[in-house]
C-alpha cells in the first residue's frame, strides 16, 4: 500500500492564480480531510468528507473547495490563492470519522506571493 | 470555541522522562491522541486512549487521562535523541489539534 500520496510536495502560487492539491489514497477509507498547519498553531481542519460524494466544511473553509468523486481522491482547490493561504496542507483519511487511527500525507508546502 | 492546547517547548536530558501536557475543552470525545512529526514529515499516530480510560501504557509511552480537569498527559520514558519531533495532541470529536510542542533532548 502507498497509504496516502500528496502532490505537489512543493508549490509557489502568485496572487489570484487558481490551484488543486492532490490527496489519494488506497486504503478504501471513507474519511478523508484536509488540514493546514501554520507556526505555532497546530492543524486546523479545512473540509472533511464522509464518503464519494459527501463533503463538509471544516474550521476554516473559506478559499477552498473539494469534492469527493471516488473513495480514492479528495482533491483541494485554491480559486484565487491568496498570500494569506500560504500554509503547509496534509490530506488524511481513517475508517471512518473519529477513528482512532488517522493517517497522514507527506503534506504540501505552498507559498502565495 | 472548542480548544485544545499545549506548551510550545520541552527540553530535556538524553535518558530522562519527558512530560508533555496538554488540555482539552470537549469533553465527548471518544478517543484522544498523541502525534508525532519529525522535520520535512507528516504526523504519525504515536498513541491514543479511550476516554473510558485512566491511563494507558505501550513500550516507553505511558498516556495519563484526567476527564475531570479534562489533562491528558504524554510521558516519555528514557528520552533519546531520535525522540526530538514535535508532539501534538488531539481530540476526535472535531479532530483539532493542539499547536504542538517541540521536544528537544540534549545528548
Known amino acids: 500500500n502507498a497509504g496516502v500520496t500528496q502532490t505537489p510536495k512543493f508549490q509557489v502560487l502568485k496572487t489570484g492564480q487558481s490551484m488543486t492539491l492532490q490527496c489519494a489514497q488506497d486504503?478504501?477509507?471513507?474519511?478523508m480531510s484536509w488540514y493546514r498547519q501554520d507556526p505555532g498553531m497546530g492543524l486546523r481542519l479545512i473540509h472533511y468528507s464522509v464518503g464519494a460524494g459527501i463533503t463538509d466544511q471544516g474550521e476554516v473553509p473559506n478559499g477552498y473547495n473539494v469534492s469527493r468523486s471516488t473513495t480514492e481522491d479528495f482533491p483541494l482547490r485554491l480559486l484565487s490563492a491568496a498570500p494569506s493561504q500560504t500554509s503547509v496542507y496534509f490530506c488524511a483519511s481513517s475508517y471512518s470519522p473519529g477513528s482512532y487511527e488517522q493517517y497522514f500525507g507527506p503534506g504540501t508546502r505552498l507559498t502565495v506571493t | 470555541g472548542e480548544d485544545v492546547e499545549q506548551s510550545l517547548f520541552l527540553s530535556v536530558r538524553e535518558g530522562d522522562s519527558s512530560v508533555i501536557n496538554c488540555t482539552y475543552t470537549d469533553s465527548s470525545s471518544t478517543y484522544l491522541y498523541w502525534y508525532k512529526q519529525e522535520p520535512g514529515a507528516g504526523l504519525q499516530l504515536l498513541t491514543y486512549i479511550f476516554s473510558n480510560m485512566d491511563m494507558k501504557q505501550d513500550q516507553r509511552l505511558t498516556v495519563l487521562l484526567n476527564k475531570k480537569d479534562k489533562h491528558l498527559s504524554l510521558r516519555i520514558a528514557d528520552t533519546q535523541t531520535g525522540d526530538s519531533a514535535i508532539y501534538f495532541c488531539a481530540e476526535s470529536m472535531k479532530m483539532r489539534f493542539g499547536a504542538g510542542t517541540r521536544l528537544t533532548v540534549k545528548p
Open positions: 486504503m478504501n477509507h471513507e474519511y
